[in-house]
């Protein structure tokens, strides 16, 4: 695996919810934390945030997947912030 994909992230996803959808706004938020608490990479930074963090590949497809599942159960946007902690090398 590249140095670079071994840097680690961290993502902070916030769920804009609607009450307009199918579902409810609560239910929106869990759909989003039921897929971050899935990835094993999330912790609950406030009642429609989470964070995720580890290495860049597995943080990057778990913030799809977290923002797949919020957009399904009917959020109207999901924020995203995505930072590194570090730095690593390219070419290794």
């Known amino acids: 695996m590249p140095g670079y994909e071994r840097a680690p ?3 902070e996803l916030k769920v804009v919810t609607t009450d307009r959808a199918e579902r409810t706004p609560q239910e929106q938020i869990e759909a989003a934390k039921e897929a971050a608490g899935a990835s094993g990479l999330a912790h609950e930074a406030a009642p ?3 964070m ?3 290495n860049r590949k597995e943080v990057l497809e778990a913030t799809v997947k977290v923002m797949e599942a ?3 159960a009917g959020a109207n946007a999901i ?3 995505v930072e590194t902690e ?3 090398d390219r070419f290794q």
């Open 86 to 88: 570090g730095d690593a």
């Open 70 to 72: 919020a957009l399904n």
């Open 9 to 11: 992230v961290s993502a």
């Open 79 to 81: 924020e995203v912030k």
């Open 52 to 54: 995720l963090s580890g």
């Open 48 to 50: 429609d945030t989470m």
